[in-house]
Nanobody, 119 residues
Framework: QVRLVESGGGSVQAGGSLGLSCAAS????????LGWFRQAPGKEREFVAG????????SYADSVKGRFTISRVNAKSTVYLQMNSLKPEDTAVYFC????????????WGQGTQVTVSS
């Protein structure tokens, strides 16, 4: 079992920055792929960014590429999402997720944290 707890959401004006953190418990964190997803009102949840056990293995949605950075510190069992140049369309509830090694889908999810970007 993996428990994920996000923090760091809030409100910011367009062009500003926010950083999200996700602390994990459980032994599978170190070898798992981790991801950030978001869900805006009335829309389906969408992938934002992912990172493998090796921090050099990252992927991003086209909509956030160049503005968001995902990172992880295995010693702290924490994954981060740094969001710069935020836009109103980035407004959503952001979730972190864990895909344990050997699994094809993200199996564990945090409770989500709200990010609101005003114009």
């Amino acid at each position: 079992q993996v428990r994920l707890v996000e923090s760091g959401g809030g409100s910011v004006q367009a062009g500003g920055s926010l950083g999200l953190s996700c602390a994990a418990s459980g032994q599978t964190f170190r070898t798992a792929r981790l991801g950030w997803f978001r869900q805006a009102p009335g829309k389906e949840r969408e992938f934002v960014a992912g990172i493998g056990w090796s921090s050099g293995d990252t992927s991003y949605a086209d909509s956030v590429k160049g503005r968001f950075t995902i990172s992880r510190v295995n010693a702290k069992s924490t994954v981060y999402l740094q969001m710069n140049s935020l836009k109103p369309e980035d407004t959503a509830v952001y979730f972190c997720a864990c895909r344990p090694r050997g699994y094809s889908d993200y199996e564990y999810w945090g409770q989500g944290t709200q990010v609101t970007v005003s114009s």
